[in-house]
């Protein structure tokens, strides 16, 4: 007689929550992704995808729909969550939510948008400001030049991108480089302010006790943070926060997830 599978909810599909699905799927487990946003993650915001072995380069997304692709064959149920607070009843939770955008401390008078790669082509052949110093702020800057007619990055310090992005820059004769900080009056007359000014982790389901001193989520080595509850990827404390470490935590989530469901 077939007994019926163990299920397990994970919350988010970036890296970390694709990778977990896979191995989890691929070890008889049920499993539904849980989004609150676009499936795919951050994926969906990188314009060229440069530094995930294997993957050719290109827009992120690219990676993103194949996986989710190939997650669907083999059974891994999407589905769209509507709330950060609430996390259905599983026998086991993998909380792979990643982090937000932080927002500026003044409300500029022009449209603000996180993602150069999602609003860009709204701003074809117009000027444009970018707030930032660091690499997603670079790599932001230089696809934004391809279609809006001029880019101003503000920076309170030196840019610290790669050294291939940051030659790049040097290349593009439409981007300037304000070294002083953004306000609502030098933004007020771009016709859009992109903002890549670092994130936050997206932890707020869970009680502050459990988070460190920057709201990153705790866990022992095994990624539990309690009961039947883990987590895996830039949410996770002490994870760099790039594809590749968020979709190898995740997928070393999914075997201490297996092992924890076999006790
Ligand atoms: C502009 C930009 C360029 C980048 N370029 C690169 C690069 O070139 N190379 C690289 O390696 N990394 C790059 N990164 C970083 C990379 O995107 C992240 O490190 C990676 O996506 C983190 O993966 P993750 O799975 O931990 O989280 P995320 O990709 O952030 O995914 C988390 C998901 O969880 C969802 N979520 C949040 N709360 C909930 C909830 N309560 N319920 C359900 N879902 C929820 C979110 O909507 C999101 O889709 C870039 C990031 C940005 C913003």
Redesign the pocket.
Known sequence: METSKKNLNI???????LAAALYAVRSGLDVTV?????F????N????????PGFPGGP?RDLANSEIKKLKSLGVKFAY?D???TLSPADAILL??????KKLDFTPVPPVSY???CDAPLYRDKSVAVVGSG??AA??ALYLSDLASSVTIFANSDLRAEPATLSALEKKSNIKIEKVLATEENTKDFAAVFV?IGHTP?SS?LEPALLDEKGYVKTDETHRVKDNIFA????RSG?L???????AD?AAAAVDIINFLKQ
């Open positions: 919350y988010g599909s970036g890296p970390a929550g849980f989004e609150t946003s676009a795919g993650g951050k994926l915001e990188i314009p060229s995808l440069d530094n995930f992120g969550s709330t950060d607070k792979a939510t990643g982090t937000v955008p993602c150069a790669l690499n997603s790599s932001g890549f997206a389901m895996a990827g830039s949410v994870v926060d790039q594809c590749i470490t968020s979709a995740g």
